[in-house]
């Protein structure tokens, strides 16, 4: 890849027990977090090419890393990106949608609904919430979810951080009703 | 005493590729496992509470042998470690130190046999808080390339009645160290110290 890559922080969160009860099997939920240098910070580019281009590399990398650390089939998804001080947050738009999802999709196996985002400009050691919805159907109430990542000592100003999260569960107990993952019909990505 | 109940355990794996400077040849890992348990004695002062330490060995194999698979899996790659606990607004630091023999039983025992004592750091907190894991070689505290630390921390937890107990390992110094001190290739082995 034609970006420095600093670091690379792979979390994974498994619920047992909720309110009290079991939560059986376990839910589980990976995010892959890369730090990378901002080749346009500092000034205004107007071409985002190299950011669009890394896109793809680390949306392959960072599905892959989080797919492993998860262990199991996927069932919803999520990308985000911190910008640095010296970033925009175009910059996090250009890693994030023209080419990060279509290979994300191909390693987790497919996913046809939107792969939901968040985006920030933000310090050193800033939190994102990485939002998350169901991989097939993007109206499944139960996988509606957040997965809020960190790293203590990144993005420095000169910096992105980029995301993809994945889950194997909806959230734990969900009793709210909605399209319920029995009833995807999985044509539009939505239901 | 009382079980162990488990709410949610998080692993962290962080890889460091460079600090400025040039790559490594083989990047820094270094792991951190949190395990969310309920806090048997949250909300009363419980005279009586060491044999909760016993309850909390099978937790710490675990959790060692888990971090220890999140880092590879070979145990002749891990050379530093350090432990922590996060005591929710229920309890007392006292209950962290519970934490103590049982997390440094558990490296020791999955990582054969490390001579250095497991720094740690504890503290009560609420939700969210971070802690610094302390993180020193674990054949012999001054070897200054490995005095590090990790930022771990749990969005949820610990809740009031909560305890969040850690361990973390690294597979070597901090990238590029160079600020002298006794290396890695100099430690004696006796005492744990140097």
Redesign the interface.
Known sequence: MSL???????????????AGREVLPPARRAACLAVIGNPYAGAYQDDLAVLIEAGSELGAMLAGRALS?LGGAVESYGKAAIVGEEGELEHAAALLHPTFGAPMRKVIGGGKALIPSAKKRAGVGA?IDVPLGHKDAAFVRSHFDAM?VR??DAPRADEIVVVAALTDSGRPLPRVGGLAVGDILGVDGLR | MPEVRLRKRVTFVEEVLHEFGPPPLVPLRRGAIAAVIANPFGGRYEPEIAGFMEDLKPLGLDMARLLLAALGGDAGAIEGYGKGAIVGTAGELEHGALWHAPGGYAMREVLGGAKAIVPSAKKVAGAGARLDVPITHLNASYVRSHFDSMEIGVTDAPRAGEMLLALVMTTGARVHARAGGLRADEIVGQDGLR
């Open positions: 420095r890559i600093r670091k690379i922080v792979t979390i994974v969160e498994e619920v047992f027990e909720e650390a939190a809020e790293i203590a």
